[in-house]
């Protein structure tokens, strides 16, 4: 069985410091991970993710993530944050459901960032 | 470059009354969902459809029905309603390739009283 933890529910920082969602997961399988962003009465939409291929993932927006395997972490991060970067993010893990190679996605419970002026 | 379209935006029903929830997409996806978002808990699967004619119970079904009759069409349908139904409803879409990201439409927030 699949599982994600996202450690925070709320984050607020200072408008231009760092950014730091922690996101841990497990996984029964090589998974693939997501971040997903959430605006106010928005649906999702995808800010990077994570295949197997390099470890340091970059998005956009100026997020990335670095994929951990002995820490099974997933940590999404931003330098410098700005305004617009208040919203619900989602750490998201998928493994194989069916031999159609349909996968499900196991969704955190999100964290809300909010961004102090 | 419409993406993933939900119909309607907004709905509020007496418990027992009945709808249909539209999702279209215009990417030529083979498979599509529907989730259903509630406060503290994430997004929860209710049904899934890997291609045309094709559907399959997800994490939450009780309660719903789907149908995909055309390839860029997948309905959801609450045939009696409940007070536990209520929610916003996200239907999304993704290529039939291994670990591409699912396209989220905007969603669906209904009311049931």
């Known amino acids: 069985a699949q599982s994600v933890t996202q450690l925070d529910s709320h984050v607020s920082v200072s408008e231009g410091t760092p950014v730091l969602l922690r996101c841990n997961y497990s996984?029964?399988?090589?998974?693939?991970l997501f971040w997903y962003v959430q605006h106010p009465n928005k649906g999702l939409q995808l800010l990077l993710k994570?295949?197997?291929?390099?470890?340091l993932v970059k998005g956009i927006n100026g997020f990335e993530a670095e994929f951990k395997k002995s820490e099974t972490s997933f940590h999404l991060t931003k330098p410098s944050a700005h305004m617009s970067d208040a919203a619900e993010y989602f750490c998201v893990v998928t493994d194989p459901i069916s031999n159609f190679g349909n996968e499900k996605l196991t969704f955190g419970t999100g964290t809300r960032l909010t961004i102090i002026p | 470059n419409a993406g993933v379209t939900q119909t309607p935006k907004f709905r509020v029903l007496k418990t027992g009354q009945s709808m249909t929830l539209l999702c279209a997409q215009d990417?030529?996806?083979?498979?599509m969902y529907w989730y259903r978002q509630d406060p503290g808990m994430g997004l929860r699967l209710i049904h899934y459809s890997v291609g045309e004619g094709t559907t399959a119970k997800g994490e939450v079904p009780d309660g719903y029905n789907v149908s995909r009759l055309k390839k860029q069409n997948f309905l959801l349908g609450l045939e009696s309603a409940a007070p536990s139904q209520t929610s916003v409803y996200f239907c999304a879409s993704r290529r039939q390739v291994r670990s591409q990201p699912q396209h989220f439409g905007d969603g669906t927030r209904l009311s049931i009283l």
């Open positions: 994570y295949t197997s291929a390099a470890t």
């Open positions: 996984s029964s399988y090589s998974p693939s």
């Open positions: 990417m030529n996806h083979e498979y």
